[in-house]
C-alpha cells in the first residue's frame, strides 16, 4: 500500500435551491466532497479541485474549473471536506428533471473530472457518478417535474393468534440438595499493563539542498527531532517501491539520475514503535552544467540586454506550492523597481511589484498550464531601463519520480 492513498468517501449537494419563471429553471447551491486517508502515513497539504461537473449527455454544465480547495493536513484513517458553489439557469426539459430529482430524494447520475492531491500523490477521478439526494436545505419554488412514487406494498393478511396453553400443574418442591464444600479460591489472575498512550505527532523540518544536480549525493537530515526519536523511516518519490527506509541514524542520503521534481518524506518513530514526528521536503533536482548561457541568463530567462538582466529561479513548479524567482544582473547603480507579470488574468497578478534592495517576489500557480513571466526594470522617474522574460511551467507533482509529461499522462486514472 502507499505511504498514503486518498479515496472520496461521499458526494453530496450540501445545499440546493431551484427556482422556476415561466420556462426557465435557475439551480444554485453547494456541492460538497469528502476525502478519506486510507494510508499508512498522514498526507500534508491536501487539496480538490473540479474540471467540470455536468448532466450525463454533457449538454449542461454545473460547475467548471474551480479553484483549488485546500482540505489541508489528513492523518492515517482522517477524512476532510472541500465545498464548490455553483449557479445555473436554463429552459430544457433535462436540467428541471435534474431539479425535481434533486429536491424529491432520488440520486442524480452526473459525469464529473475532478482532481485531488496529497503526499507523492496526484490522482483524479473522471466518468458517471451518483450524487446524494436530497440536500438537507433543499427548497424549491414554481412547478418541477415530479417522480412518481411507487404504491406501498399490500400488508399481508394477519394469521390468527394461536390457543393460550393450559397452564401444567404445580409439582411439588423437590428435596433440597446438601451444600457442596467450597472449591479451593483459585489465585487471582495478574493485572494487565497499562496500555501506552500514543504520543503527540510533531511535525518537524528536513534540512539539506533543496537544487541537488544529477548524480550528486544530498544528505538529509531532521533539524530538531523530538527527544523520544529512535528511529527513521525516510521515503523518497524517486522510490519506485513506495517502500520506506528505516535508520537509527538521522541521516538520509540519496542521488537522482535525472533532473524532475522530487519530495522527500520522514517518519519518526520511538522506541515503541509509536510515531512521534513527521515532515517532507520538496526538492527540484538539475541538470548538471559547468557552462552557463550568459546570453540566456540562468535556467531560461529572457537575458540578451547589455546589463545582464535575467530572472532566475525554477521553471517547473507544482499546483498550490509558493515558489520564488529573483531579478539578477542589474547594474550596480540601478536604485528602481521592478513590475512582475505572472503571465495569469487574475486580480493575484495585479499590483506585485519588487525593488533592487529586494529584487524577489513569491507567487502561488493554482491552475495547470505554461505561462510567461515577464519583468519590467524601472528607474525611479519611472522610465522603463530593460524588459525580460522566464518560461515557468506549472502542473500537478510528480509521484514515484516521474516526469512532468508522464505525470500528466495519470491524469485521467480512476480511484
Same mark, same amino acid.
Given at each position: ?147 412518481? %412514487? /411507487?404504491? &406501498? #406494498? @399490500?400488508? !399481508?393478511?394477519?394469521? *390468527?393468534?394461536?390457543? =393460550?396453553?393450559? $397452564? +401444567? ?5 423437590? %428435596? /433440597?440438595? &446438601? #451444600? @457442596?464444600? !467450597?472449591?479451593?479460591? *483459585?489465585?487471582?489472575? =495478574?493485572?494487565? $499493563? +497499562? ?16 537544487? *541537488?544536480?544529477?548524480? =550528486? ?199
Amino acid at each position: 500500500m502507499p505511504a498514503n492513498a486518498l479515496r472520496v468517501k461521499e458526494r453530496k449537494f450540501s445545499t440546493f435551491e431551484a427556482v422556476v419563471d415561466g420556462q426557465s429553471v435557475q439551480i444554485q447551491g453547494e456541492y460538497e466532497v469528502t476525502v478519506v486517508n486510507n494510508g499508512l502515513l498522514r498526507a500534508p497539504s491536501v487539496s480538490a479541485s473540479v474540471s467540470e461537473l455536468s448532466l450525463p449527455n454533457g449538454s449542461t454544465t454545473v460547475i467548471e474549473d474551480t479553484e483549488i480547495k485546500s482540505i489541508g493536513t489528513l492523518g492515517r484513517g482522517q477524512t476532510g471536506k472541500a465545498k464548490f458553489e455553483f449557479t445555473i439557469s436554463g429552459s430544457s426539459q433535462e436540467l428541471k428533471q435534474f431539479a425535481g430529482s434533486a429536491c424529491q430524494g432520488s440520486k442524480s447520475t452526473l459525469t464529473t473530472d475532478e482532481t485531488y492531491s496529497g503526499l507523492l500523490l496526484a490522482i483524479a477521478s473522471t466518468g458517471e457518478i451518483e450524487i446524494k439526494s436530497p440536500s438537507p436545505s433543499c427548497r424549491r419554488s414554481g412547478d418541477l417535474p415530479e417522480q412518481p %412514487e /411507487p404504491d &406501498p #406494498p @399490500e400488508e !399481508p393478511p394477519q394469521e *390468527p393468534e394461536p390457543p =393460550e396453553e393450559p $397452564e +401444567p400443574p404445580e409439582q411439588p418442591p423437590e %428435596e /433440597p440438595e &446438601p #451444600p @457442596e464444600q !467450597p472449591p479451593d479460591q *483459585p489465585e487471582p489472575p =495478574e493485572e494487565p $499493563e +497499562p496500555t501506552p498512550t500514543p504520543p503527540e505527532t510533531q511535525e518537524v523540518d528536513i534540512e539539506g539542498p533543496t537544487s *541537488p544536480t544529477v548524480g =550528486e549525493q544530498a544528505t538529509y537530515s531532521v533539524s530538531d527531532p523530538p527527544n523520544s526519536a529512535s528511529e527513521y523511516n525516510w521515503v523518497s518519490s524517486s522510490d519506485v517501491s513506495d517502500e520506506s527506509i528505516p535508520s537509527d541514524d538521522n541521516e538520509y542520503v540519496v542521488s537522482y539520475d535525472s533532473a524532475s521534481l522530487q519530495r522527500i518524506q520522514v517518519d519518526v518513530r520511538d522506541n515503541r514503535g509509536l510515531q512521534v514526528g513527521a515532515g517532507e521536503i520538496n526538492i527540484d533536482v538539475q541538470e548538471q552544467s559547468d557552462d552557463r548561457d550568459t546570453e540566456n541568463g540562468e535556467n531560461g530567462g529572457n537575458g540578451g540586454q547589455e546589463q545582464g538582466w535575467r530572472i532566475t529561479g525554477t521553471d517547473t513548479v507544482p499546483l498550490g506550492n509558493e515558489r520564488q524567482w529573483t531579478v539578477e544582473g542589474a547594474p550596480d547603480d540601478f536604485e528602481g523597481i521592478y513590475n512582475w507579470d505572472m503571465g495569469i488574468d487574475s486580480p493575484r497578478n495585479r499590483n506585485l511589484n519588487s525593488t533592487a534592495e529586494n529584487p524577489s517576489i513569491e507567487f502561488t500557480y493554482t491552475s495547470a498550464g505554461e505561462y510567461t513571466i515577464e519583468v519590467i526594470a524601472r528607474s525611479n522617474l519611472g522610465l522603463i531601463e530593460d524588459e525580460f522574460t522566464f518560461e515557468v511551467e506549472a502542473s500537478n507533482w510528480p509521484t514515484s519520480g516521474l516526469s512532468m509529461d508522464e505525470a500528466a499522462s495519470r491524469k485521467n486514472r480512476e480511484f
